[in-house]
């Protein structure tokens, strides 16, 4: 018995075995329970079913609805209802969608611009599945036209806001050591708030993402896996080079990649939003984004205030930090998807949240030569409100 | 960002948008008047009523599919001609005596095409048997309830308490599964007239079928013409959320229109036009290019009114003359327009 204990363990044809065997009860365990029912009576009174609209697309005289089933059971189409008539319709590729299958319902019908339709679809066993179109009109296709649109709502409320804020880059250069700790306090509670901000809106269109796709676990996934390989990535970059000014670059850039992605959601939203009707995107609207983005662009130079950042590194860190805006809204435009929303804010979530684990880390170095708690306490407090302040005039 | 634009909301705002929705269709007509741009009426091909224009302007409102009236085990186009006068026999008083054998039953019906309803049914169609006897004749039903709830027959017209189909009435009440009562009763006052189950909740168990046409003719009969039809006007509630999803003479939304009845120039028409829509207020009948003559409950042998339209609550019930005068597609459709557009649409074919 020692003898095997001091000895590495090997991997013999017994431990394959031991190892399967819980495999193959539970199989034994499956088998018996499909067979029988394991004493429970499964049998629901009703079918459950779950058909989700993902989207609707309203061309002249045509609304294409996009759905998929989600229930677990396989789902028949049977009629389609819109605003009290019942609609001749067609659907592909089948009338029957399976489980987490697609299917595109066709109708012709002559809606009118801006007024509101209720269309309730009924399936085989006469449940009923409902989507409103609040305002009716044109969904934006694919063309030079929309294209530009919405790569002009990207430029505006991402890239131009936080090149904004990079210009800040020569006056704050002057100020002293003090200053540009309150600054970093500052970006600190910017990236609380975009954080926090990001999260509830990865809440909100995880309620949208079909519930076997199970939005809050993605949102789980995509934080904490993403904090974690950006902290992997930065203790790599301490241990290869001890150098601070590139360590204080590095999250500088880790800083705009968190924005980044941030921004990706947003334009996600925008351009989902934008593209069924739900906001208009004023002037007013616009000119609050590009005031409350101006202070992302302020936090990515916050670290490297007190180094020599050549111009291209500044170019390439405000264009990571608010050139996603633009994908996002071509994505959120043309093909709004719920999942991809989810994924990407929850990115960026764990990208901020590490990113603000790495300012912490930066703000302590400064405090060890000399404490300054309120400017701390003064610092994230006036990012947090900066944020919360320009945010009332978008909200 | 989500808009939360309920059904309710929409329902309230209903009125509004149809408005909305006439002006349009309105103004895109005039638009297109320069095309050939087909409207169905007159000028339609009479192969089919209702033509599609390939999405230059929508579809008209329709089913998709057919019903598979084999399997439901009843045919509108039967039901729109069957009258039952019962199995006939005389008294040792010299009264005409009609007995009648109904079953109600619980039954999947497809009561919309692809559409599978757990209906409650008499003798296994949507509406029940058309019961129809002659004023005086004696009625007897002797009704088994096949079905795993308490149902009743309540008939309208003159009866005796007991006989009423009505919880409290005594045995006929309230017939429990298994059970059977025989209602007797005199066929009286001529007219048009219906049955309903009366069992608790009252909606649900007529909605789920259980109602039928009762028609007492007088004694002198009336007046020849050269066809008769049945038209019961109902809906359903597939999701049990206590309002109508679909509508529908003779139970299978759109079968009329898809269907048309065939008719001849010139021939005399009758419709026994009964409403048992439950959930909403009112129900009615226009005929199109036509008017006809209109006996309210049948009672009279000298029709009320020489109209277009009429409007029934529920349980109202009438009697429709008219002739046409020429061929043609006609539609018949409840003027609540937004019944026809959910399946209450019906066309007739006129022929030389």
Redesign the interface.
Known sequence: MTQQSTNPPRFTFRTFVLLLLPILLLAGVIALFLRTGGGLDLESAAPIENLDIERYNLTRNVIELHVRNTGPEEINVAQVVINEAIMPFTIAPNTGISRLGRAVIHINYPWTYGEAYAVTIFTSNAIAFGVDIPVAFETPQADSATFWGFTLIGLYVGVIPIFLGIFWFPALRQLGRRTMTFLMAATAGLLIFLGLDTIAEALEFANEVPSSFQGIGLIGIGAVATFLLLDAISKAQTKTSGDETQRRLSVAFMIAVGIGFHNLGEGLAIGAAYSVGEIALGTFLVVGFIIQNITEGLGIIAPVLRDKPTIKNLAVMGLIGGAPAILGAWIGGYTPSPFLAVLFLAIGAGAIFEVIYEIAKLIQKDTTREAMPMTIFSGVLTGMLLLWVTGIFIK | ???Q?S?RD?LK??GL?LL??AG??GA?TFLHSGHDHNKGGTTASTTHPIQ?DG???????????EVDHEKNGFHPDDILTAFDYGEVSTLPNGQTLREYNILAHNKEVEV??????PAWTYNGRIPGPTIRATEGDRIRIHFTNGSNHPHSMHFHGFHAGIMDGVPGSGPGGMVEPGESFVYEFDAEPFGLHLYHCHVFPLARHIAKGLYGTFIVDPKAGRPPVDREMVMVMSGFD??FDDAN??YAVNAI??HYQNHPIQIKVGEKIRVYLVNILEFDLVNSFHLHANFFHYYPTGTSLTPAEFTDTIIQGQAQRGILEFTYKYPGMYMFHAHVT?FA???WNGMFEVTE
């Open positions: 960002m989500k808009n634009f059904r929409f705002a209903g948008t909305g929705a349009t269709i895109n599609h999405g230059d302007h929508g579809d008209l409102p329709n089913t998709v599919g919309v095409p692809g559409i599978i309803y597939v999701d999803d679909f939304p759109f937004e557009e959910l399946g």
